[in-house]
């Protein structure tokens, strides 16, 4: 049976066995034979990457919204966001810091914020890393008050960093 690379790119495959095979033009090509659960085959060693395949978006999206939950935002993660594009104008456009009634509030994006960071950390790349790390101990080195015009204003400013970032991904 065929199967088709692109079919299976959120599959993490296992190399069991390697065969050098000379072309009738004289080249050398390695192969490997792979095996996830029940596919296995021999593929061409160009076509892979090591290390584990990527989440599904549906993956990551489900762990947002667990995040999410109570937050500005949550409405806009389960409604609205069907790519990492979507997900991204969820924290762009939707994130009203305005809405704050305490301090607990606050915590509480601040904490959806961190999570969903560590959630995509490994996928951003070392630049989008330090900005967003410098970013988010900033918001929680702020101290809350009745006027948090600051606090509010590096509030956006990380959620509408943090979607683009998210929002680049694929």
Do not use: C
């Amino acid at each position: 049976m065929a199967h088709y690379g692109k079919n299976y790119k959120y599959t993490t495959f296992t190399a069991t066995e390697q065969a050098k095979i000379q072309k009738t033009n004289g080249k050398n090509y390695i192969y490997q034979y792979i095996k996830a659960g029940k596919v296995s085959g021999w593929i061409w060693y160009g076509y892979l990457k090591n290390g584990n395949a990527p989440r599904s978006f549906n993956s990551y999206k489900l762990a947002v919204e667990d995040y999410a939950q109570g937050s500005l935002i949550q409405t806009g993660v389960i409604n609205l966001a069907t790519d990492f594009g979507d997900l991204g104008d969820v924290f762009i456009y939707f994130y009203d810091e305005d809405e704050y009634d305490s301090e607990e509030q606050v915590d509480q994006d601040i904490s959806t914020f961190s999570n969903i960071y560590n959630l995509f950390q490994s996928r951003f790349t070392e630049t989008e890393r330090t900005h967003l790390t410098n970013m988010i101990n900033q918001v929680k080195s702020e101290p809350f008050q009745e006027e948090h015009y600051t606090l509010s204003d590096e509030l956006s400013e990380l959620a509408s960093a943090l979607g683009l970032a998210i929002g680049s991904l694929n």
